[in-house]
């Protein structure tokens, strides 16, 4: 290794003990240097009385070599550009990358000062930054590498379970909660018994790319599953996710596991337990004396942090906590609905959309249909509903006015009927008494007073007026008298009287 040079300070002190004709022995004493380096730097300068600092540094640091090795410390940098990368490959060493080194610069550093300033180069390139958290902004979750077990009381197996792990980056509190695996049904349950621990919901909830949460990851746009979108909605939340490799994107919870280790791990490594419950008891137990522990040097725990500055601003949870729906691909058939197979029922959605691939979203409580993101359709889920559940709204026009014609009854069009007069009650009470068929009867009541929106209201109270004039009366006599415009007229013209006659019987000839 090369001799490092001594400081500007030393020199001047070196030129000035040579001035008082102080020894070199002594000099090296006074310095703390060696005497061969007292030797050097004084035959370097010499015996001139006054030099500068731009002197004296030419002569003590032999500024040409310096330029030398600045040249071959710029070749290192370029070299050390693509060697960085090739030591974390299979079988690449330092002394391989350094033997290539020295092929392309004959010239070049010696191998103990080619690891220096490889070692430099790495941790100048390695940095890391320190990041301000907001309260109640983020949650980062995790599971831990190293799983706890129970052993099954009835069959003796060792069972290991999955620890997930969560942590509040503003007040540092932290949760754990033991599951059987990491799959969708048991993230549901760590998701939802976190929120619940925390008892708000954060405005994002970051994760690495685990394969329940996302389906691609991405640097920029990683895409999250269908159970992660779900959660969102319920909770009002969003997820994110870390870039791939990249572990200190969520350096905290990384931490938190190392904590858990130490603080949950460690004391209940001599304890067994038989059932997940029990297990989960005991995680808890140590999750209070962990964050109610205080910080070193300070009275303040996590728990007094995140009650008194994070835990208001946290939202506020949905009434329910938040169970997965299934989700299916349908086409919106010719009669309007969509069909669950699994129990063969039947949910309307807008007519307008009869032929559409939507997306189906149901649970035992609720079936959602979505195009395009859109919700266009929600039920409420009956186990003993009808095979058919059909919303007036999705219905076509034409469907809709027979639904409300099947609705009807007496009392409603007796009702209408008045409304428009009185001749029109006594019509549409006449016609509703015309024949046992009481369904056809109400249909044709119906028409009569449907004719309004085409001649008004006044013209069918005239129309009835002269119908009833009459022996009967029904909707098609109602309908010509409009369409002949007879309604116009006051009256019939009065009948001719009888003349007298000499040849009339009159009542006493049938006595």
């Not at 600045?70 to 940098?77: G, P």
């Not at 330092?94 to 300033?117: K, T």
């Not at 939340?237 to 949950?264: L, N, W």
């Not at 500055?309 to 997965?324: H, S």
Request: glycine share 4%; hydrophobic share 35%; charged share 25%.
């Amino acid at each position: 290794m090369a001799q490092k040079p001594i400081a500007m300070e030393q020199l001047k002190q070196l030129l000035q003990l040579q001035k008082d004709g102080i020894g070199i022995r002594e000099m090296a004493r006074r310095l703390g240097i060696s005497r061969n380096s007292v030797r050097k730097y004084l035959s370097l300068l010499g015996r001139e009385k006054e030099l500068s600092d731009r002197e004296l540094v030419d002569k003590a640091y032999c500024n040409d070599m310096l330029q030398r090795d600045a040249e071959r410390l710029k070749q290192l940098t370029i070299h050390f550009k693509t060697a960085g990368t090739e030591l974390s490959k299979t079988g690449v060493t330092r002394q391989l990358l350094w033997q290539e080194y020295i092929n392309n610069y004959p010239d070049g550093y010696s191998y103990s000062r080619y690891c220096y300033h490889l070692k430099e180069y790495l941790n100048n390139r390695d940095l890391s930054m320190h990041l301000d958290y907001q309260a109640a902004d983020m949650i980062m979750i995790d599971f831990a590498g190293k799983p706890l077990h129970y052993v099954d009381v009835h069959t003796g197996e060792c069972i290991e379970c999955q620890v997930f792990i969560a942590i509040l980056p503003f007040s540092g509190l932290i949760f754990c909660y033991a599951v059987h695996s990491q799959r969708s049904e048991d993230f549901t349950i760590c998701i939802n018994a976190m929120l619940t621990y925390y008892g708000g919901i954060p405005a994002t909830i970051l994760c690495d790319n685990l394969k329940t949460a996302v389906v691609r990851p991405d640097r920029y746009e990683p895409v999250f599953t269908e159970l992660c979108q779900q959660l969102s909605e319920h909770y009002t939340t969003t997820f994110s996710a870390t870039r791939p490799y990249s572990r200190r994107d969520k350096a905290m919870v990384e931490r938190a596991v190392r904590i858990v280790y130490t603080h949950v791990y460690a004391p209940l490594r001599n304890h067994h337990f038989s059932s997940l419950k029990q297990l989960n008891a005991s995680i808890q137990e140590q999750l209070i004396l962990l964050n109610n522990k205080p910080y070193k040097n300070t009275p303040y725990s996590r728990r007094y942090f995140f009650e008194q500055q994070e835990q208001a601003l946290l939202k506020e949870l949905p009434c329910e906590p938040f169970t997965p729906k299934k989700v299916v691909q349908l086409t919106v058939q010719r009669n309007y609905h969509v069909q669950l197979s699994e129990d063969h029922r039947y949910y309307s959605v807008p007519y307008q959309y009869v032929g559409k691939k939507v997306k189906v979203c149901y649970n035992s409580r609720v079936v959602e249909v979505y195009l395009d993101h859109d919700r266009i359709a929600l039920h409420i889920r009956n186990a003993h509903q009808k095979a058919y559940t059909t919303l007036g709204e999705h219905m076509p026009p034409h469907h809709q006015r027979m639904q409300q014609i099947k609705g009807f009854n007496r009392e409603d069009l007796l009702e209408q009927a008045a409304r428009i007069g009185t001749a029109t009650l006594r019509a549409a009470t006449l016609m509703l008494e015309n024949s046992i068929y009481v369904e056809q009867n109400y249909k044709a009541c119906f028409g009569m007073l449907m004719l309004q929106k085409k001649y008004s209201a006044a013209r069918l109270e005239a129309a009835c007026t002269r119908a009833l004039q009459g022996t009967r009366v029904n909707y098609t006599m109602i309908k010509n008298i409009l369409e002949r415009g007879l309604d116009k007229q006051l009256s019939f013209p009065d009948a001719p009287s009888t003349p007298s006659h000499d040849n009339i019987r009159g009542k006493d000839h049938y006595q």
